[in-house]
Each structure stands twice: as C-alpha cells, then as structure tokens.
C-alpha cells in the first residue's frame, strides 16, 4: 500500500462541520477500492483541502473521492515520511 497526500482547491469557506462530512463519506465507501483516508485538513481563507490516505493506486483514491462528489484537483505518492 502506498501513502498519497491529495488537494482539493476552491472550498473557500469550508466549515469543521463540512470537512468532517465530506470526510465520513469517504471513510464510508473506502474499502470499496481498498483505500484508507487517515485525516483531512482544511483552510477556509484559501479554500484548500488536503487528504491523507493510503491504498493501492492513485486511481482508487480518486475514484472515492468522485463518488463522495469531491474529486480531487492533486493526488501525490508520498514515498517518504518520518
């Protein structure tokens, strides 16, 4: 399983509450394609969103985050972490 950091642009004014919405229905469906979102970070001022997760391809993420109607603008592996 790879880790990949995903970004979600154009959420301006995201609220805790939608952030934890959006993320619970990812969680719900993500071992459909095997994936595991492990936490997501916002700033509203920006409108960016940031996934982490872990699963088998870039693909699968994406295809999580299509059917939660929040697709990804960036998927990127990230092959090292401390």
Do not use: N
Not at 47 to 68: E, F, K, M, N, W
């Amino acid at each position: 399983m790879a880790t990949y950091m995903d970004v979600h642009h154009g959420m301006v004014g995201i609220t805790a509450d939608q952030l934890r919405e959006a993320h619970q229905a990812d969680l719900a469906i993500e071992k459909d394609e095997g994936v595991h979102f492990e936490r997501a970070w916002a700033d509203p001022v920006s409108g960016t969103v940031y996934c982490l997760s872990t699963g088998p391809s870039p693909d699968a993420v994406q295809r999580i985050h299509d059917r939660t109607g929040h697709r990804a603008d960036e998927i990127h592996e990230v092959p090292l972490m401390v």
